[in-house]
C-alpha cells in the first residue's frame, strides 16, 4: 500500500509500505479520504511547530473516513463494506486522566500523525489502516469526504462545549481557517444570536459569510474593524480565537464584555496577553485542546443534516498528487479543506 510520509521540512514522499490484518476488536479500513489539517502543515512546512520536531519520518493525517475491508475476531455493529469516519483519538483509558473522563488529556495518548512523542505516533495517511473498532463511526448517507470532516468539526463542538451556553450570545470567531469555519457552524448550532467574525483574507471571510456569520471583517483592510463592539466595556460574551496570533486575541479582547469566556483554539505559539483587561474584565480564558466522545456527535449532527459541512471542503486531489494538495492546502487565498482521494 501507498503512505503519505513527511521526512523534513518541505520533504513530503509517497512510500510503499505493508498492509496490516485486523486483530482482535479491530477493523481494516480501505481509505477514502483523508483531510490536510493545520499540524499536518506544519510539518510539510515547518518540520514541526514551537517544540515539537520531526526526528524520524512519520505518515502524516488523522482526518480520515474510508470503507471497511475486514473485521478482526469480537467486532459487532460495524460490517464490511461501510463507510466509517475514524477517530484518531486512541487514549489508553487508564491514566489519572482517563479515569476522570478527560480522555483528550490521556499521558500515554496515541494520536495519529503526532510528533509530540519519540519514536512518533505514525498518522493515518495510508491506503489501508488498521484501527480499533471503537474508533470507527459508521457514516452512512454521508460522503467520504464529509465523513473525513468529523475531526475537524470535533475539535469545535469540544470548542462550544468549554464555551457552555450560547444561547443567544454575541460570538466573535478571530481566524477563518477550517476550524474557525467550523466553530461559527458550532456556535450557530449552539444557539449563539450575533456571529462576528475576523480574518486576513477575502476568500476565508466570504467563506465564513456561507458558513453564516453576520458580520466580518477583514482586519488587513481595517486594523480599526471591531473598534465599533468596544464601547461601553465591550459587546462579545464568547470569542473562539482560532488564529493563533497575538493580534487577533489582542483586538479580541478589547471588545470582549465583563465576564465573557475566551476559548482559545490557535496554536501559533507562546503568546503575550494584555493581562490588566483580562483582569479588570473579569473574563475567563480557557483552553481547548483535541476532543473525544464529540467525534461520534459530529458524525451524527452531519448525517441529520443539522450541520453542512460539504461548501467547506474547496478541493479533493488524488493520493498521487500529494504535494500539490498540501501546497494548495497552504494557500489560504484559495483552500479553506483540501482533502486526499485516497480510493
Do not use: W
Amino acid at each position: 500500500m501507498k503512505s503519505i510520509v513527511i521526512h523534513a521540512e518541505k520533504d513530503l514522499r509517497i512510500e510503499e509500505q505493508e498492509e496490516q490484518q485486523p486483530g482482535p476488536g479491530e477493523v481494516q479500513v480501505r481509505l477514502a479520504a483523508g483531510g490536510i489539517c493545520g499540524s499536518d502543515l506544519h510539518y510539510y512546512n515547518h518540520g514541526g511547530f514551537g517544540p515539537i520536531r520531526l526526528k524520524e519520518p512519520m505518515i502524516l493525517g488523522h482526518e480520515v473516513s474510508g470503507h471497511i475491508t475486514a473485521l478482526g475476531a469480537g467486532v459487532t455493529g460495524l460490517s464490511v463494506g461501510q463507510l466509517v469516519a475514524v477517530s484518531p483519538s486512541r487514549p489508553c483509558g487508564n491514566c489519572r486522566f482517563c479515569n476522570e473522563g478527560r480522555h483528550n488529556q490521556c499521558l500515554n495518548m496515541r494520536f495519529y500523525g503526532s510528533a509530540m512523542p519519540f519514536p512518533h505516533i505514525q498518522g493515518a495517511f495510508r491506503q489501508v489502516l488498521v484501527a480499533d473498532a471503537a474508533q470507527c463511526a459508521p457514516a452512512d448517507g454521508l460522503t467520504s469526504g464529509e465523513a473525513a470532516m468529523a475531526e475537524p468539526l470535533s475539535v469545535c463542538l469540544h470548542a462550544a462545549r468549554q464555551a457552555g451556553d450560547m444561547m443567544g450570545k454575541s460570538v466573535l470567531v478571530t481566524g477563518c481557517g477550517p476550524i474557525g469555519i467550523l466553530c461559527i457552524l458550532a456556535a450557530r448550532r449552539a444557539g449563539a444570536d450575533l456571529i462576528v467574525a475576523t480574518d486576513l483574507s477575502p476568500f476565508t471571510l466570504d467563506m465564513a459569510r456561507t458558513a453564516g456569520a453576520d458580520l466580518t471583517i477583514n482586519m488587513a483592510e481595517n486594523s480599526d474593524g471591531l473598534d465599533r463592539f468596544t464601547a461601553d466595556k465591550g459587546t462579545f460574551e464568547v470569542l473562539f480565537e482560532c488564529s493563533g496570533a497575538t493580534p487577533a486575541l489582542t483586538a479580541g479582547i478589547a471588545a470582549m464584555r465583563p465576564g465573557g469566556k475566551i476559548i482559545q483554539l490557535g496554536l501559533g505559539g507562546d503568546m503575550s496577553l494584555p493581562m490588566m483587561a483580562i483582569t479588570a474584565k473579569e473574563l475567563e480564558l480557557k483552553g481547548s485542546f483535541r476532543f473525544h466522545e464529540e467525534f461520534f456527535t459530529a458524525v451524527s449532527l452531519m448525517q441529520k443534516g443539522l450541520i453542512d459541512v460539504k461548501p467547506f471542503i474547496t478541493q479533493t486531489l488524488p493520493l498521487d498528487q500529494a504535494v500539490e494538495a498540501f501546497e494548495l492546502a497552504s494557500d489560504r487565498s484559495r483552500a479553506v479543506k483540501a482533502q486526499i482521494a485516497f480510493a
